[in-house]
């Protein structure tokens, strides 16, 4: 078995440990952990065991400030050894914790502890993936967007920053953009882009950022010549988006949108946008191979 010996990544904004004890408790009332019918029926009171969280799949750890909480939650009495860090890249065969302690309170917590390492795990691998990617075509940072799972959040945003990306709006209040709805919406009432950019200026704090959306290079003209804070091209073409961005002038942040994967994010990258957002660092992320090895004792 091999043991975590690494450099532990800190320039990331972890969640507070109140909102971890808030999802996590949630989570375990959810799976009814505290009424595990099967290990009450099956496991003495007194028995004790050791369980190791074991790696078998290469990928960047995040989570285990959660795995520590899920333990804590079920029993004062479950004793949690952190091996690694968040932000860690690991390899199979790699033992990034360990946990002792009474047997039916392990196992009451396990799938809750695993469940949430290996969906966080999964997303800061996957945007590591992306991060390093773009690297190669530009200087875009590669953000998320709020393609989230309701109740996980704040987590799986933090696993975004532990990969090595950015966050978007978190909320709907927390700035301002214009999408094809609201173009439409506007539409139906004469307004094209330039007024819809104004209107909104105009009827919200000078502390928010405008930002619209746009799906082809007319109407990112349209937007930049309304003055828009942030433009997401949405959809278009490496060519589309090269010619926008050069044009433009100084100050306007753009953002690619749509069709990003791991295979094309180099080349939109090197266009010149600023941002580029992928939903499926949230929403499509593969979980990552960890399993919590336990033995009786």
Known sequence: MTYATFNIQTDFRPPSRDLVRDIVARALEEDRAHHDVTSRA??????HGHGQFLIK???VVCGLDAVEVAFELMSEDLDVEVLAGDGSHVEPGVVIAEVNGP???MLGAERVALNILQRLSGTATMTRRFTKAAAEGGRARIIDT???TPG???LERYAVRVGGGYNHRNTLEDGILIKD???AAGALRGLGIPELIEEARSRSPHTLRVEIEVTDA???????AANADVIMLDNMTIEEMRGVVESAPEGILFEASGGVNLQTVKDIAATGVDLISVGALT?????LDISLDIEAR
Do not use: E, W
Not at 218 to 224: F, K, R, T, V
Not at 283 to 287: D, E, L, M, Y
């Open 283 to 287: 929403h499509s992320a593969p979980s």
């Open 57 to 59: 799949a290469a990928g």
């Open 146 to 148: 709020r393609k989230t």
């Open 152 to 154: 996980l959040r704040d």
């Open 103 to 105: 047997l039916r309170a």
């Open 218 to 224: 007319a109407g990112a003209l349209l937007a930049i």
């Open 181 to 183: 709805n609201h173009i």
């Open 42 to 47: 099956l496991i003495p009171p007194g028995q």
